[in-house]
Antibody, heavy 122, light 111 residues
Framework: QLQLQESGPGLVKASETLSLTCSVS??????????WAWVRQPPGKGLEWITC???????YYNPSLTSRLSVSVDTSKNQFSVKLSSVTAADTGVYYC??????????????WGQGTLVTVSS | QSVLAQPPSVSGAPGQRVTISCTGS?????????VHWYQQLPGTAPKLLIY???FRPSGVPDRFSGSKSGTSASLAISGLQAEDEADYYC???????????FGGGTKLTVL
């Protein structure tokens, strides 16, 4: 059974960079069949799709976050990571990593991590 | 205002059937992109409920069904149970934004 687990600081200062890593077990991150994604959820609000990356390092970004986002894959550790720079209070929320299935036309997230809360402090 | 519009809340009594709509436009659902649905129980990660507009992953009860027509999609839940009380999100792709996106979410209350 595929499992994903987020890790990283729970508290980040405003204007600094948020960095999170997702460890994947029960499957290889090197599979060309899937992408690896990040989704976030501000407290009490809805889901926001952030980004995804493939083993072949094709990346896709939420256009509202593109200028601040960076995503990478480490196949040796079976992990993928996201960095979000110049954070503000609006970036506070639960960050989920997920496996993105390509779907018949457009993809969907079929396995999710449990999520990690990141708070941006002033 | 979300690009994919969902009603903020719906409710129904146990055993009843409810539907949750997801209204898009010609650059997303109307362009032929599939709609996927997720269930999020309180305090937990989202769970895939319907993919490619109409398909259920293994383990999802057949009480849950999805449909799509024109610029809209719907999630139907029949035989409502107390355990169905959760937030539900639709997801698709928008060719103008060139990004995947979620609807604003719908809170289902089982009366």
């Amino acid at each position: 059974q595929l499992q994903l687990q987020e890790s990283g600081p729970g508290l980040v200062k405003a204007s600094e960079t948020l960095s999170l890593t997702c460890s994947v077990s029960g499957g290889s991150i090197s599979s060309s069949d899937y992408y690896w994604a990040w989704v976030r959820q501000p407290p009490g609000k809805g889901l926001e799709w952030i980004t995804c990356i493939s083993y072949g390092v094709n990346t896709y970004y939420n256009p509202s976050l593109t200028s601040r986002l960076s995503v990478s894959v480490d196949t040796s550790k079976n992990q993928f990571s996201v960095k979000l720079s110049s954070v503000t209070a609006a970036d506070t929320g639960v960050y989920y990593c997920a496996r993105r299935n390509r779907g018949s036309r457009n993809g969907y997230e079929d396995y999710w991590g449990q999520g990690t809360l990141v708070t941006v402090s002033s | 205002q979300s690009v994919l519009a969902q009603p903020p809340s719906v409710s129904g009594a146990p055993g009843q059937r409810v539907t949750i709509s997801c209204t898009g436009s010609r650059s997303n659902i109307g362009a032929g992109y599939d709609v996927h649905w997720y269930q999020q129980l309180p305090g937990t990660a989202p769970k895939l409920l319907i993919y490619d507009s109409t398909f259920r992953p293994s383990g999802v009860p057949d009480r849950f069904s999805g449909s799509k027509s024109g610029t809209s999609a719907s999630l139907a839940i029949s035989g409502l149970q107390a355990e169905d009380e959760a937030d539900y999100y639709c997801q698709s792709y928008d060719s103008s934004l060139r990004s995947a996106l979620f609807g604003g979410g719908t809170k289902l209350t089982v009366l």
